[in-house]
């Protein structure tokens, strides 16, 4: 157990520690204690950071970066009426993400301004698959290394984080 977990009670969701990862379902965490985890763990300093994500930080930038210039945004559109991002926004984090991110930045996609709808990013197969007999070997592996998750419910768990709360 990571020191810190025990104050903050989430000793009981937190389900093991294992290759510099901490699992956890979004479910059992609310929004507070999943930014309290992550706090705990860059501060322990026990994680090796894993490139797992096709995104890539240019050097000595940090993922707290991205959440700091979302909120800034917010803090901007706040001062409207409507308190809504706007495409101008969009375009504004856009240029902070391209000083942040090494890997080229497609768009930037704000959720609807409706707060009923929202937008599903559907990743790209991964980039070493290239035939279906790629993509079984790749599931095989991936489902060899982290018993006893499956790889559909691991992407499932990260597009519905993605939607937004």
């Known amino acids: 157990m990571l020191p810190g977990f025990h ?5 009981k969701v937190v389900r093991f520690v294992r290759r510099g990862c901490v699992e956890f379902r979004r479910s059992d965490l ?8 992550l706090i ?10 894993k490139a797992v994500a096709r995104a890539v930080l240019r050097d000595k930038r940090a993922p707290w970066e ?5 909120v800034a945004a917010w803090f901007k ?3 409207n009426p409507d308190g809504r991002l706007t495409a101008t926004e969009g375009l504004e984090l856009k240029q902070v993400f391209e000083e942040i991110f090494a890997t080229p930045i497609h768009d930037v996609i704000l959720d609807p301004a409706d707060n009923e709808s929202i937008n599903i990013l ?3 197969p991964p980039k070493e698959v290239h035939t279906q007999a790629d993509l079984l070997s790749y599931l095989a592996k991936f489902h060899n290394n982290t018993q006893p998750h499956h790889f559909h419910e691991e992407l499932g768990d990260a597009i519905i984080f993605g939607c937004g709360k």
């Open 66 to 70: 991205v959440g700091q210039a979302i």
């Open 30 to 37: 609310t929004s507070d204690q999943i930014e309290r985890v």
């Open 7 to 11: 104050n903050l009670g989430l000793h």
């Open 40 to 49: 705990v763990i860059s501060l322990s300093g026990r994680f090796e950071e």
């Open 122 to 124: 559907v990743p790209q």
């Open 77 to 79: 559109v706040l001062q």
